[in-house]
């Protein structure tokens, strides 16, 4: 029992300067700002046809399109504000839930796909 406390300590001290350099690594590399890193083509479109079809696409075709760059990046504040009502208010979307709201995680991309200067 003890043996296996100290051997874990070891180990995540002799690991502990190659977790900081690769960190320090990726910094250098302006990882963080590298455009393309969220594109529509690549990361929005998927989410929105998962959750936004079909009402939104041209299967449906009554509400508003949403299925070009164009339209999402005119309607962008729009979108944002309503996916992250909370679900029971009215103008939430996806429209009364008849699709699973969106993560966290998937609401950061729309966020992070808008300071990127909405990519294509
Ligand atoms: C089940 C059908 C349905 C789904 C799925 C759906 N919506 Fe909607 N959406 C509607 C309806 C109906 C309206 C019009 C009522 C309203 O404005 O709240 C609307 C309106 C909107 C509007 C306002 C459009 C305008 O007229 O200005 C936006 C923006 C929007 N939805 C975004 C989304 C997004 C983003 C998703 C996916 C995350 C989504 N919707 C999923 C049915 C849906």
Known sequence: MKFRLVFAILLSILFLPFCTSTKKGQANAHD???????SYQKDILPIMQARCT???FPEQGKKK?????GAVKNNLDDILTRIQLPPGDEKFMPFKSKKEPLSDSLVMVFKQWKNLGMPE
């Not at 963080?32 to 969220?38: D, E, L, M, R, V």
Request: charge should be neutral; proline fraction near 13%; aromatic fraction near 6%.
């Open 32 to 38: 963080s700002a590298k455009p393309g890193a969220i």
């Open 54 to 56: 079909p009402c939104h």
């Open 65 to 69: 399109m949403l299925d070009t760059y």
